[in-house]
C-alpha cells in the first residue's frame, strides 16, 4: 500500500513540512544572522591569508596622503560684504580723521576684493601714522572699535576646490606578489587588507553572504529534519492520532521552542519548556512525554549555543521528573504540584552541580534558584490552561477527563439515571464487566469502564421500547417488526449525537457505533418472518461498523452477555459459562469480531472474567421468611407447649 494514499499519512507528512520549514528558520535566526566568520574591519583575521596570484592593489594609505596633500594646497577663497563694507565706509566718514587717513581708509575698503582680518592691524598703522601726533592715541583706539573685515572666507566654495583637488590625485598602485602575506592570522583587519583580499578574490563579500545563507539553511534544514524524524515517526507509528491532534502538538512543541528561545535572553535557567512534555504525557501516554521531553532538551541547546552542561542538566530533569508526575497523579491541579515538584528536583541538580564545581553560594545562586522555580511554576501553569483547550477542541480524551465523565453526577449520566434507570443499570454492570475484562488483557480499562458507561444513551430518545426500561407493557406489541427496527437500531445514531451535544470526547463515540456492529436483531427478524412477507436477514442488522478495538470488542460481548444472562432462570455458574460460550461462538461464526486485534486468548481470558462476575452478581439467593411465616411457626411451636402444661397446673 503507498503511503501517500493514506489520506493520514499525507496530512501529516504536511504538518510535518511545516514543522520542519519552523523549526528551520528558528535554528537560522540563531546561526544564520550570527557575524561568526565575516570579515571584518577592525576584528582580527581569522587566518592567513596569502594572495594567490600577483596583482597590483590600490595603496589606499599612500593615496589617501597624497589626497590630503592636494587639499593642503588649496588657499582659503574670500569674498566681500557689500552690506559690511557701506557699514565700515559711513563709520569712517563720520569719524574726525585727517583728510589723508580717511582716504587711505577709504580706498582700502572700496577695493573689490574688501579688507581681510589679517589686513585691519597693519591698516590702523598707517592711518595713525597719517595723523597729527597729538590725535594718534584716539585715531587708534577708534579704529580698534571700528574697523571690522570685509573679506570673509566662503568655506562652501574653499571646500569645493579642496575637494576638486583631492580628486584629481591618481591613486597609487602597490604591487602584490604571488604568495605575499596580506594579512596574517590574529592580525587587525584594515581598508586596506579588505580591498587587498577583494582583488585577489580570495574575500567577496556578496558570495560570502550568499554562501553563508545557503550553508546555514541547508545544515538547519538536515538537523531539523533529523530531529523531527523521531517525532512523526512517534505519531504516526506509537500514539496513532488524527492530523488535528498531531498538528496540535507539533505546533504546540514549535511555538514552546519559539517562546523559549526569546526567553533565555532574559535569564539560562528560566526554562519552562517542560510544558509540552507534560501535556504529550497526559495526552498520549508516559514514555512518549518522557521522549519528548528529552528531545526538547537537546534541541533547547542547539537553539542556544552558549547553553552550560547545568542548564542542560535543569531543562531535562526538570521536564522528566515533571512528565513521570504528571502521569501518576489523577486530577488536574495535580500538574501543578507535579511542575513544583519538578521544579525542585531542577533546584537540587543545580545545588549539586554548584558543589561538584566548587563555587560558594550566594545572592546570585540563590537568585537562580528562585528563577527555576519560577519556571516550573509558569510550566504547570501552561499546561493547565492548554489541556483544556486540547481537550475540547482536538478531541484528545485524558485519564482526568475520562474519571469526571465516570462521575454520576456528570449532566448525560444523572439525565440516563431519571429518565432511563434500567439502561444506567445496565450500563453499570456492563462497566464493571468490560472494564474487568479489558485491563486483563492488556487494553485501557478507564476508558473501556467510561465508554460502557454512556454506549446506551441513545435509548433516553424512547426509553420505554427498551425492555430494562419497560414494567408491563411492551410498546413493540403493537408495532410492525420493521418499525421496531427503525426505533431500535435509531439508539446508536442518537446516542452519537447526544455525545456531539454534550461535547463528550470523540473517543466515546466508537463505543456508541460498534457495540452492535452488524449483529442481527434476531427477535424481530424471527417476528417478521412469522407475519410472513419477503423479509431478509440483512434488513435486521444493525449498520455497523464491527468492533475495532479491543474495548469496543470487549463491550459487545458483554452487552451481549449480560443482556442474554437475564433470561437464566437458575445462572448457575455451569449455565453462565456454557451461555458465555455459546455468545462468543456465535459472534465468531457471525465474523463480528474479524476487525477487532482480539486473539483466541484473549477471548478465553475475558470469557473468564465474564464468568467469575456474572456468577458473583447472578448469585442465588437465600429466600428470607416473611414475618407472617415467622410468627405462625411461632404460634405452631408454643401451642404444644402450653397443652402439655396444663395438667401440671391442674393437679397443683
Same mark, same amino acid.
Given at each position: ?153 566662503? +568655506? ?31 592580525? &587587525? ?49 506509537? &500514539? ?73 542538566? &535543569? ?107 434500567? +439502561? ?229
Amino acid at each position: 500500500m503507498n503511503l501517500l494514499n493514506n489520506p493520514r499519512t499525507s496530512k501529516i507528512a504536511i504538518l510535518g513540512f511545516i514543522a520542519v520549514m519552523m523549526l528551520t528558520a528558528l535554528f537560522y535566526s540563531v546561526y544564520g544572522l550570527s557575524p561568526q566568520n565575516a570579515l571584518t574591519v577592525g576584528q582580527p583575521s581569522p587566518k592567513t591569508f596569502k594572495s594567490p596570484i600577483s596583482l597590483n592593489v590600490i595603496d589606499r594609505l599612500q593615496t589617501e596622503r597624497e589626497k590630503i596633500s592636494a587639499r593642503s594646497q588649496v588657499r582659503d577663497i574670500f569674498l566681500s560684504d557689500s552690506r559690511l563694507k557701506d557699514l565700515v565706509t559711513n563709520e569712517i566718514i563720520s569719524l574726525n580723521l585727517s583728510p589723508e587717513a580717511q582716504d587711505l581708509l577709504l580706498t582700502k575698503y572700496n577695493n573689490p576684493k574688501g579688507v581681510r582680518q589679517s589686513d585691519i592691524n597693519k591698516l590702523i598703522n598707517l592711518a595713525v601714522s597719517l595723523s597729527p601726533e597729538q590725535d594718534k592715541r584716539n585715531v587708534r583706539l577708534l579704529l580698534n572699535k571700528r574697523l571690522i573685515a570685509t573679506s570673509i572666507i566662503d +568655506t562652501r566654495l574653499t571646500e569645493s576646490a579642496r575637494n576638486a583637488a583631492a580628486n584629481t590625485v591618481e591613486p597609487i598602485m602597490q604591487n602584490l606578489k604571488a604568495g605575499e602575506i596580506i594579512a596574517n592570522k590574529g592580525e &587587525i583587519l584594515t581598508q586596506d587588507h579588505m580591498a587587498a583580499l577583494q582583488a585577489s578574490g580570495l574575500y567577496n563579500i556578496r558570495a560570502e553572504i550568499a554562501n553563508r545563507f545557503l550553508k546555514t539553511i541547508i545544515s538547519s534544514l538536515l538537523i531539523s529534519i533529523l530531529l523531527l524524524l523521531p517525532l512523526i515517526y512517534i505519531i504516526m507509528s506509537k &500514539i496513532h492520532i488524527n492530523p488535528s491532534k498531531a498538528g496540535f502538538l507539533l505546533g504546540l512543541t514549535i511555538l514552546g521552542l519559539i517562546l523559549q528561545r526569546l526567553v533565555l535572553d532574559f535569564s539560562p535557567y528560566f526554562i519552562f519548556i517542560s510544558f509540552i512534555a507534560i501535556l504529550v504525557a497526559v495526552l498520549t501516554d508516559e514514555i512518549t512525554g518522557v521522549f519528548w521531553a528529552i528531545w526538547l532538551a537537546v534541541v533547547l541547546a542547539l537553539l542556544d549555543p552558549s547553553t552550560s552542561i547545568v542548564s542542560l542538566i &535543569i531543562a531535562l530533569s526538570s521536564a522528566i521528573a515533571a512528565t513521570v508526575l504528571a502521569k501518576r497523579f489523577k486530577n488536574r491541579p495535580s500538574l501543578l504540584l507535579a511542575s513544583l515538584i519538578a521544579g525542585l528536583i531542577a533546584a537540587l541538580s543545580y545545588i549539586l552541580l554548584i558543589l561538584i564545581y566548587g563555587s560558594n553560594f550566594d545572592i546570585a545562586l540563590s537568585y537562580n534558584i528562585l528563577i527555576i522555580l519560577a519556571a516550573n511554576f509558569m510550566a504547570g501553569i501552561l499546561a493547565l490552561g492548554l489541556l483544556p483547550l486540547a481537550e475540547s477542541s482536538f478531541g484528545f480524551h485524558t485519564e482526568y477527563r475520562l474519571i469526571e465523565l465516570s462521575d454520576p453526577n456528570s449532566p448525560l449520566l444523572k439525565r440516563l439515571l431519571l429518565e432511563a434507570a434500567g +439502561t444506567y443499570q445496565h450500563s453499570l454492570i456492563i462497566s464493571n464487566l468490560v472494564g474487568e475484562a479489558v485491563s486483563e488483557i492488556g487494553g485501557n480499562s478507564l476508558l473501556a469502564r467510561v465508554g460502557a458507561l454512556y454506549h446506551d444513551v441513545g435509548k433516553l430518545k424512547r426509553p420505554r421500547f427498551f425492555i430494562e426500561n419497560q414494567k408491563n407493557e411492551n410498546p413493540h406489541d403493537h408495532i410492525s417488526p420493521h418499525l421496531s427496527y427503525l426505533i431500535i437500531t435509531d439508539h446508536v445514531r442518537y446516542g452519537i449525537k447526544l455525545l456531539k451535544k454534550y461535547k463528550l470526547p470523540e473517543v466515546l463515540e466508537q463505543f456508541v457505533n460498534e457495540h452492535h456492529g452488524t449483529t442481527v436483531l434476531s427477535y424481530f427478524y424471527k417476528r417478521a418472518l412469522e407475519e410472513g412477507g419477503n423479509s431478509e436477514e440483512l434488513n435486521f442488522r444493525y449498520p455497523g461498523p464491527k468492533p475495532r478495538t479491543k474495548e469496543t470488542a470487549v463491550l459487545m460481548l458483554a452487552d451481549a452477555v449480560e443482556s442474554a444472562s437475564r433470561s437464566l432462570a437458575e445462572p448457575s455458574q455451569s449455565r453462565i459459562r456454557a451461555l458465555i460460550d455459546q455468545i462468543f461462538e456465535a459472534r465468531l461464526q457471525d465474523k463480528q469480531l474479524s476487525e477487532s486485534p482480539l486473539n483466541f486468548s484473549d477471548l478465553e481470558i475475558i470469557a473468564n472474567s465474564f464468568e467469575r462476575m456474572l456468577t458473583a452478581i447472578l448469585h442465588r439467593r437465600i429466600s428470607y421468611p416473611s414475618e407472617e411465616e415467622i410468627k405462625s411457626l411461632e404460634g405452631e411451636e408454643n401451642a404444644p407447649r402450653a397443652n402439655h402444661a396444663k395438667p401440671a397446673v391442674s393437679g397443683a
